[in-house]
Nanobody
Framework: QVQLVESGGGLVQAGGSLRLSCAAS????????MGWFRQAPGKEREFVAA????????NYADSVKGRFTISRDTAKNTVYLQMNSLKPEDTAVYYC??????????????????WGQGTQVTVSS
């Protein structure tokens, strides 16, 4: 059974950094787009970043571009999100996800079929 487990969240002051990890088990995802999403209290889940099966293509939400970096380690079946220059508005539960189809590029929540349980990121001012 597919399982995605996020880790690395915590409390950090504005301007600080965190590195999130998402470890996948049950199958390999070397041919799948993987992504990060976040959801703050009272708000809808929103796209943060995505990376293609090969790692050659990435994309970011405008709100995090230049501050966050998504990467993946094929051997470890793991995707990462390096978050720098954090702001209070980055506070949310962060979720990793895997696309529903192989070799399918997507940035929409509907395009992802497997989700982790999330990890809390809190940025204080």
């Amino acid at each position: 059974q597919v399982q995605l487990v996020e880790s690395g969240g915590g409390l950090v002051q504005a301007g600080g950094s965190l590195r999130l990890s998402c470890a996948a088990s049950g199958r390999t995802f070397s041919s799948y787009t993987m992504g990060w999403f976040r959801q703050a209290p009272g708000k809808e889940r929103e796209f943060v970043a995505a990376i293609s099966w090969s790692g050659a293509r990435t994309n970011y939400a405008d709100s995090v571009k230049g501050r966050f970096t998504i990467s993946r380690d094929t051997a470890k079946n793991t995707v990462y999100l390096q978050m720098n220059s954090l702001k209070p508005e980055d506070t949310a539960v962060y979720y990793c996800a895997v696309a529903r189809k192989a070799y399918y590029w997507t940035e929409d929540t509907e395009g992802f079929g497997s989700w982790g349980q999330g990890t809390q990121v809190t940025v204080s001012s």
